[in-house]
Nanobody
Framework: QVQLVESGGGSVQAGGSLRLSCAAS????????MGWFRQAPGKERVGVAA????????YYVNSVKGRFTISQDNAKTTVYLQMNSLKPEDTAMYYC?????????????????????????WGQGTQVTVSS
């Protein structure tokens, strides 16, 4: 059973930093893509950043480019999201996700964070609150 466990959320002031972690376990094979999503109150869940676990390629939505960095550990079982220069609009529940479409499937990410597809495994979420 695939498990994704997030940690590292919290409350910070605008301009501050947080580092989220996502520990993955239970895979029968390593997932090709991992990602971070977020959902603000009353809004839909949207993609934030993704990483190709094989190639190390990274993808970011426009609103976080230059401020957030997604990375993975050498064992490729933990994915991180370093968040710098945080803004109040970054306040949301952050979710770790892994693709579930396999080598034959398609993962889609967009610059806006909407309509990301191919991610079917989810963590329980960790809250990030940024105050002005």
């Amino acid at each position: 059973q695939v498990q994704l466990v997030e940690s590292g959320g919290g409350s910070v002031q605008a301009g501050g930093s947080l580092r989220l972690s996502c520990a993955a376990s239970g895979y029968t094979y390593r997932r090709n893509y991992m990602g971070w999503f977020r959902q603000a109150p009353g809004k839909e869940r949207v993609g934030v950043a993704a990483i190709s676990t094989r190639a190390g390629s990274t993808y970011y939505v426009n609103s976080v480019k230059g401020r957030f960095t997604i990375s993975q550990d050498n064992a490729k079982t933990t994915v991180y999201l370093q968040m710098n220069s945080l803004k109040p609009e970054d306040t949301a529940m952050y979710y770790c996700a892994a693709e579930d479409v396999g080598d034959a499937g398609v993962v889609v990410v967009t610059a806006t964070g909407h309509d990301w597809t191919g991610f079917g495994y989810w963590g329980q979420g960790t809250q990030v609150t940024v105050s002005s």
